[in-house]
Each structure stands twice: as C-alpha cells, then as structure tokens.
C-alpha cells in the first residue's frame, strides 16, 4: 500500500495548521488540525477500524465472516452490522450489506467488469436480503442463514471510521479538525475561527460547483460517476439496486447528504442514490438535522 506522509504546516493568520494524508480504507484520508496530535490519532483510528472492516484484507473480521457464515467479532463490527440492518428496514431494502455476491458478479471488487447473464443475476439475488443476517448480540455473534452469503461494507464503514476518529479526537481534547477520507467528510468546530469550507465536486466535469460551509457536521456524497464502467454505450455503476440485482437506475448523478454524524450522511448518501430524488428526500426527512443535495439528471 502506498503512503504519502508529508506533514504541511500552513500558516493562516498568525496561526499554523498541519496538514497530513495516508492512503486507507481504499483511499485518500486527509487530516488538517491546528492541533499536531491529530493527524497521529486519526490515521490510528481509521486503520484499527479498516483492519475489522475491510474486505480487502483476509485476516478481517468482515473476511473472516464472509469466509466462515458465522463469527464472534468485536463490538465496533456488531455495532455497523447492526446499525447496516437498521438502514435495509428503514429504507425498505434500499439499502443492503448482503449486496457483496452481486458486487463480486458485476466485477467490481477485483475490478474485472463484466455484465453477467440474466440467470447469473437471478441465482446470485438469493444470496441477497438482510433479513439472512442473524444478529446474537448476547454473545457478539453474527451469523448468515444462506451459505454462500456475504457483506460490503463499502456505503458504510468509512463514515464510521471518520465518527470513531472524532471520538478519539474529542477525547484527547483536539477541538479543531477536518477529516476527508475520500469524499467522506467530518468538520470538527471551526478552523482558526472561521468555518471549514469544503468542495462540492462536479460529477460531470473536473472541478467544484460550490462549496459548504460547516461547523461540527459530517457529509457523505453518492454518485454514479465515482465507480463504473460502460458496455455498449451504456454506464453500470457500483451502487446496486438489490431487489433487481442491476446498478441502481438512478434519476440522480449525485447526492450528498450534511449530517451530525458520518456514519447517517454515508448511509443515507447511498440510500437516497439508490431510492431516487423523490423517495429519498421522503427518507432523508425522517431524520434529525440533515440536509441532502441532489445533483439530478
Ligand atoms: P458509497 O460510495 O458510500 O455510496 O458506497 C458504495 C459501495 O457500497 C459500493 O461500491 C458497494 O461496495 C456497496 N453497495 C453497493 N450497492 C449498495 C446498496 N444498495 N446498499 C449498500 N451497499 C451497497
Ligand atoms: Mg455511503
């Protein structure tokens, strides 16, 4: 894995701030503090949290239960899981962890795209529902009930990560930060007083369309355009609709979703992708303190 460790001291108003960046989770993670314990912190953080999550990583826990059907994992992996099933019965299906085998046939995990035959399509949906996915938190047990099943964590765990960074943060007494792990953002209160500003990317060309100004909020932002691949003049990207087992045909290029914690604006940003401008402001509505951006179609 390749990482890129130059700690930049910007000076802005008499005042500094460091400025780091590590490749984790698949990604860019920045980190900008006026506060040099950050960056140490948060790398620690998201690392403890990639090394459970990742299904890039055989030793795993996410591995080893997509291996095995059945694990006792640790909390931080019961807690998403959990919080992961929550979101499939509040979006009514919408969203779903158990879309990994359709991940897989599609070839977005090795990045070998295919577009898999209708039958293919249609065996690989019965490995799909959260509903397989027993929870026996008594004893921190997460089983499945089809063989051959298995989770992503992919629309999820990067927000939680950022969230248990910030916990960290917060109780080290770091008052002041801004993580962005590749689009997933947590602002930490302001930045030397004023609040941090961050990019909304364009989805269809290279550059910005505005940007945000945001005190202690995270945001997440979904989009067709990040993932995906074209066959015959036609794009699939990789958010799918698991009741079709299709990329998600979305009336929607991107949304991104502001909200008091990363783990709802990852969730919800994925969701509403997925469910479409309509039904997915309806969801988003459901929920305390959060604002959605939709680029449309
Ligand atoms: P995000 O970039 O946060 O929207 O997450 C997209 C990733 O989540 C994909 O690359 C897949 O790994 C996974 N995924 C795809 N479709 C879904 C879905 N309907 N529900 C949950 N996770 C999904
Ligand atoms: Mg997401």
Redesign the pocket.
């Known amino acids: 894995m390749f990482y890129c460790s130059i700690v930049l001291l910007c000076g802005c108003q008499g005042r500094q701030l460091y400025k780091d960046s590590r490749v984790m989770m698949g990604t860019f993670v920045e980190v900008t503090s006026p506060d040099a314990r950050a960056t140490g912190i948060v790398f620690l953080e998201v690392k403890r949290i990639e090394n459970l999550l990742s299904k890039y990583q055989e030793d795993s826990e996410v591995s080893r239960l997509n291996k095995a059907g059945k694990l006792t994992v640790s909390p931080d992996t019961l807690y998403i899981i959990e919080r992961a099933k929550e979101f499939w019965q509040a979006t009514d299906g919408?969203?779903?962890?158990t879309?990994a085998p359709l991940?897989e046939l599609w070839g977005?995990t090795d990045k070998k795209y295919c577009l898999p035959r209708g039958e293919e399509i249609k065996n690989t949906l019965k490995l799909v529902g959260s509903d397989k996915i027993i929870l026996h938190p008594e004893n921190n047990m997460i089983e499945f009930k089809t063989l051959g099943m298995k989770i992503?964590l992919?629309?999820?765990a990067?927000g939680y990560a950022v969230d248990c960074a910030i916990k960290k943060l917060k109780k080290a007494g770091v008052k002041s930060c801004l993580i962005n792990a590749g689009g997933q953002i947590h602002c930490l209160g302001d930045k030397l007083g004023q609040p941090w500003k961050v990019a909304i990317q364009d989805p269809c060309k290279q550059g910005f369309i505005g940007y945000l100004e945001l005190k202690d909020k995270a945001v997440?932002t979904?989009g067709d355009y990040?993932?995906y691949f074209i066959k015959d003049n036609k794009r699939y990207a990789?958010?799918?609709?698991?009741k079709t087992g299709y990329p998600?045909e979305s009336n929607v290029i991107s949304v991104t979703v502001i909200a008091p914690d990363g783990l709802t604006a990852?969730t919800l940003?994925?969701?509403i992708?997925?469910l479409g401008k309509e039904k997915g402001l309806e969801l988003a509505k459901k929920f305390p303190n959060v604002e959605v951006k939709i680029i449309g179609k």
């Open positions: 919408a969203f779903d962890i879309v991940v977005f992503d992919g629309a999820i990067k997440a979904s990040e993932q990789h958010i799918f609709n698991p998600a990852d940003a994925t969701s992708f997925v």
